[in-house]
């Protein structure tokens, strides 16, 4: 089993998540998608990452999907095998989506089918302008999986996610950005250096605000109005207790810039 097809990178409290297949344009196969799992396990129980990188080896795709040539040597027992990778691939995604720490997707090239999915659950997006997005799911006559029918729905609107899975559509990065799947458009070989200074921005801010902001995000869809706002008052106090926040508004009073330790 290789241990390179996904890779796992920290230094100084940013790690960058790689898919490194760049001669299958990152297509995930199931070893691929075991490591990201466990790479996942790994962020989870590191309480020291303050921020998450997601990107793709080379300057060819962000994450093609699944490896449809694994699939065409498997049709005897595709359905075993969907089931295997998707059990691995949604546990990670599951906790990706929940991880402490900011996650950013550095998208510097084609995001398809899962990577597509991948991209959706980060919780910002930056792309390069030779980007391209696309669903692709039906187009091998399959469904969407990895979050996809969660996650994109609650980025764009319902006709408009309908047109990418139904006619898989082809986005650039301009599109992509207008429909609200990405924060921002770089030159392409501006990409990693766009990356790099919002990840450290991040990194260096309130991480225990932002980990409190990502929970009551994923929590609204399924809560009342009221318990919602009670939820918010609940974090809020809670975040009052910290060093950060105490640094934080001393800070403001003395017009001076806080120096925030995830604490």
């Given at each position: 089993m290789k241990s390179n097809e996904i890779t796992?990178?920290?230094?100084?409290?940013i790690a960058t998540l790689k898919f490194n297949r760049p001669?299958?344009?990152?297509?995930?196969?199931?070893?691929?998608?075991r490591l990201f799992h466990d790479h996942v396990n790994n962020l989870t129980c590191d309480p020291?990452?303050?921020c998450v990188i997601v990107t793709g080896a080379g300057n060819k795709a962000f994450c093609a999907g699944g490896d449809i040539s694994e699939f065409s040597q498997n049709l005897n027992k595709l359905d075993y095998l969907v089931r295997e990778m998707t059990g691995f691939l949604h546990i990670g995604v599951s906790r990706l989506a929940r991880l402490h720490a900011p996650v950013?997707?550095?998208?510097?090239?084609?995001?398809?089918?899962a990577g597509l999915s991948l991209m959706a659950i980060c919780d910002l997006a930056i792309a390069c302008k030779s980007a391209t997005f696309t669903s692709a799911y039906t187009k091998v006559g399959l469904s969407p999986?990895?979050?996809?029918?969660?996650?994109?729905?609650r980025l764009i609107n319902r006709r408009r996610l309908m047109e990418l899975y139904l006619t898989n559509r082809v986005l650039n990065s301009n599109e992509a950005l207008e429909w609200g799947l990405i924060n921002k458009v770089v030159d392409d070989n501006l990409l990693e250096e766009e990356t790099s200074k919002l990840a450290l921005s991040l990194a260096n801010g309130p991480t225990l605000?932002?980990?409190?902001?990502?929970?009551l995000l994923?929590?609204?869809?399924?809560?009342?109005?009221?318990t919602q706002m009670e939820r918010e008052t609940i974090e809020i106090a809670k975040m009052t207790q910290t060093q950060d926040a105490q640094n934080g508004i001393k800070s403001f009073v003395k017009k001076e810039?806080?120096?925030f330790n995830g604490k």
């Open positions: 796992l990178e920290k230094k100084n409290s001669e299958a344009f990152n297509a995930v196969n199931t070893n691929a998608i020291s990452i303050r950013i997707a550095s998208i510097n090239g084609v995001a398809a089918g999986d990895g979050s996809s029918t969660y996650f994109l729905q605000a932002y980990s409190s902001v990502k929970k994923n929590e609204t869809w399924t809560e009342t109005l009221e810039k806080p120096n």
